[in-house]
C-alpha cells in the first residue's frame, strides 16, 4: 500500500463520517455533499425505504426523519476496493452500520445493522459517492413492526 493508497483510504473514511453525521443531526445539504449530482441512492432494504436519486432521496429522508427524535450511526469495517483507469479514480467501498435511534411516539429505543456499499469516485471536491446501497441486515423495534433478522 502507498503513501496515495493510505491518504484515499482515510479521505474516503472522513466521507462516511461526514454521511454519519449528516443524518444523525438532520443536515441534509451536507447529507447531499457526500454524494455526486447524479448519484443513486437505494434504502429499500429497511422498512418503508425507497430508492431514488439523491435529490429525491434527500427530500424522502427529511420527512421521514422528522419522526426521528434521536439517532447516532457507527460505522466500522471499512474496505475498499481501488481501481484507477483512464475513467478516473473509483473504489468500491463496504462498511458495517449499526444505528440506534428513536422514534416519535415509541417508548423503547429501535436499532438497526447492517452493510453500506457506496461507489465512489474522486472529484475535484475529494472522494464521493456516486451510489449507496444500503445492506439493512437486522431492524428491531421497528416503527413498521418488523422485527429480527
Known amino acids: 500500500m502507498d503513501l496515495q493508497e493510505i491518504s484515499d483510504r482515510f479521505d474516503i473514511a472522513d466521507t462516511l463520517y461526514r454521511y454519519s453525521r449528516a443524518v444523525d443531526t438532520k443536515d441534509w445539504e451536507l447529507w447531499r455533499s457526500v454524494f455526486t449530482p447524479e448519484a443513486v441512492v437505494d434504502y429499500s432494504s429497511t422498512p418503508f425505504g425507497q430508492a431514488g436519486p439523491r435529490d429525491e432521496i ?19 469495517n471499512i474496505e475498499y476496493t481501488f481501481t484507477h483507469d483512464s475513467t478516473g479514480d473509483r473504489a ?58
Open 58 to 76: 434527500a427530500a424522502w429522508l427529511e420527512e421521514s426523519f422528522a419522526f426521528v427524535s434521536v439517532s447516532q450511526h457507527f460505522i466500522t
Open 92 to 149: 468500491d467501498v463496504r462498511a458495517m452500520f449499526y444505528n440506534p435511534m428513536r422514534f416519535a411516539g415509541m417508548p423503547e429505543l429501535s436499532m438497526c445493522g447492517g452493510n453500506y456499499h457506496h461507489s465512489m469516485v474522486r472529484t475535484d471536491d475529494g472522494w464521493k459517492s456516486a451510489g449507496l446501497l444500503e445492506e439493512c441486515l437486522w431492524f428491531e423495534n421497528s416503527p413498521a413492526g418488523a422485527s429480527g433478522s
